[in-house]
């Protein structure tokens, strides 16, 4: 082609863009002062990564834990400067072009994940526990992660003093994820968000120091059935996207209750298709459920629990839990209330096999981790109740008892890591004989927490069950409530055999000892046990919060 054709050809295109101008392309508006709180914590992981490849090994462990701690209390304190700011209620509303809802229940949900993985964090740093390895402090975590279990690779890696402080940024991107999961408006950011979320665990299950074989079994099966909600999730953000030809939560909403009638031409032939709506939903609740940990898509939970690192699975206990209820929350109360005849038999069934196979298998297990997991299925039925009961009181109780449980489960699996023989933590049940006797302060301390967890009064877990039962009570569903109060007796039996085994058992002579820890895990524990106590006896303030929290912006 000659010069001259060329030139002609661009005269000819210029020619028409000056006689008909083409509309012009809009800049995306993005409010990034009220989503300070994700990118702070996004940031300071980059940052981490960086750190990673650029500061001397001997002085990573500490910039990191420093970098960490700053970026969770930074966000939280600017989580706090929108709630003041009146962004939970008067200013609620939809940001970053439809992706992101600012409002109440966002707000109180990110304000918990960051102050639960705040405290959380404080366990992955520790590094007291264990007898000092060839002269260098280690903490729960692999030497070198890459390394095959066993080889000399390893061996050479312990005796160098390596340490994997990759963690620390990976559970920052992780609590990224986590703060965008409860406040995505469309399926699409909802989707983002959980990969975020998903893939820095799958690896920070695979990195213990002990029982390394366990880890990455407990990983890989993490990731295999991880995988399949992620599928479950957007085969049916597809479905709901052919229905209402939209991703947006306020398009299907208006599209599920009549209001929107202008029919997309490409979607004609499925948009308003009831088929479509309900197996869309029913794939996607299916994902979520499976994140909640709820019956019958719980397999994962006990093996993932005992195999990961300790200190992780109390990360990942409090933290998923609260993510996953809050985008649940604004799923079902946001995008589908008109399906509520639909999804509330199913939400039913779900809970009530939730609370019983929970609180029925918990009374089998030898292993404490395994025990804690059951534990937490039974409890995901419970918030379940609080979900089904479709009025306000059942977001602000989801809400309160969220807030409770996650502090709770952290403390509980950071006294978990202080019990310890030769081979390290002592998870066996037998080995808790008598540990009140050898250790009162660490067994009362336990038994706290297992009182919360059975509902006992003035322990937070009361008044978290309490306002979720009364809530499903208002709301009709009062059979869920008996159910609930049968799962709850039931699971008070294997709480308290575990306080009488260690009270009023007679200790072994080859017992497991109990570790000394730095302030780093006391801290932890210390928040747990007093936050548990608050809530048990001065709960009304903290459900006034919830209350005010629990409006959703539509």
């Not at 070198?144 to 003093?161: C, L, M, N, T």
Request: glycine share 10%; net charge neutral; aromatic share 10%.
């Amino acid at each position: 082609m000659s010069a001259t054709a060329v030139h002609s050809l661009w005269t000819m295109v210029g020619g028409v863009t000056s006689a008909a101008p083409a509309e012009k392309f809009k800049a995306p508006v993005i409010e990034y002062a009220q989503l300070t709180p994700v990118l702070i914590v996004i940031g300071v992981a980059v940052v981490g990564v960086l750190v990673e490849a650029f500061v001397p090994r001997r002085a990573r462990y500490y910039t990191q834990v420093f970098l960490t701690v700053v970026a969770l209390a930074a966000a939280f304190a600017a989580v706090i400067g929108l709630a003041a700011g009146g962004y939970g209620t008067t200013k609620a509303h939809i940001a970053a072009m439809g992706a992101i809802a600012i409002d109440g229940p966002t707000l109180f949900l990110q304000g918990t994940i960051l102050l639960t993985s705040l405290v959380a964090v404080f366990t992955f740093a520790e590094r007291r526990l264990d007898p000092a390895a060839h002269g260098n402090r280690v903490d729960s975590f692999a030497a070198q992660a890459a390394s095959v279990p066993g080889s000399d690779s390893e061996k050479a890696a312990v005796r160098a003093g390596f340490t994997t402080t990759e963690v620390f940024p990976l559970v920052l991107f992780s609590v990224a994820g986590m703060l965008v999961f409860p406040a995505a408006n469309d399926l699409l950011t909802l989707f983002v968000a959980l990969e975020v979320f998903s893939l820095p665990l799958y690896l920070l299950c695979a990195v213990a120091r002990r029982k390394r074989l366990m880890s990455q079994e407990a990983a890989v099966k993490y990731f295999l059935l991880g995988a399949f909600s992620s599928a479950f999730l957007l085969f049916g953000i597809a479905l709901l996207y052919g229905y209402a030809g939209s991703v947006s939560y306020a398009t299907i909403a208006n599209v599920v209750d009549g209001s929107i009638t202008r029919i997309d031409p490409a979607l004609a032939d499925t948009m308003g298709n009831d088929a479509l709506l309900l197996i869309g939903g029913a794939m996607i609740l299916t994902g979520l459920l499976f994140k909640v940990g709820a019956v019958p898509f719980h397999m994962w939970t006990p093996d993932v629990y005992q195999g990961a690192p300790t200190p992780v699975t109390g990360f990942m206990a409090a933290a998923t839990k609260v993510a996953a209820f809050g985008a649940l929350l604004r799923l079902l109360y946001v995008v589908l209330p008109g399906l509520a005849w639909d999804w509330r038999p199913v939400m039913w069934a779900v809970a009530i096999v939730t609370m019983l196979g929970g609180a029925i298998v918990a009374i089998t297990q030898t292993d404490i981790k395994r025990l804690l997991a059951y534990s937490s299925i039974a409890h995901a039925g419970f918030i379940l109740a609080g979900v089904i009961a479709t009025t306000p009181d059942g977001i602000s109780s989801v809400l309160f008892y969220l807030g409770a449980y996650s502090f709770v489960t952290v403390g509980a699996f950071a006294v978990v890591t202080l019990v310890r023989d030769a081979g390290g933590e002592a998870t066996h049940l037998s080995k808790w004989a008598g540990l009140g006797r050898r250790s009162p302060l660490v067994a009362a301390v336990f038994a706290v927490f297992l009182l919360a967890f059975a509902g006992i009064p003035l322990t937070s877990g009361f008044s978290g069950k309490f306002a979720v039962f009364k809530a499903a009570a208002d709301g009709g569903a009062g059979g869920l409530v008996v159910v609930g109060v049968i799962s709850s007796a039931i699971a008070a039996f294997f709480y308290i055999r575990v306080i009488v085994l260690m009270f009023f058992s007679e200790p072994k002579a080859d017992g497991p000892t109990v570790a000394v820890p730095s302030p780093l895990t006391m801290t932890t524990i210390g928040v747990g046990v007093a936050v548990t106590l608050v809530l048990g006896l001065a709960p009304q303030y903290f459900l006034d919060l919830a209350s005010q929290a629990g409006v959703f912006v539509r």
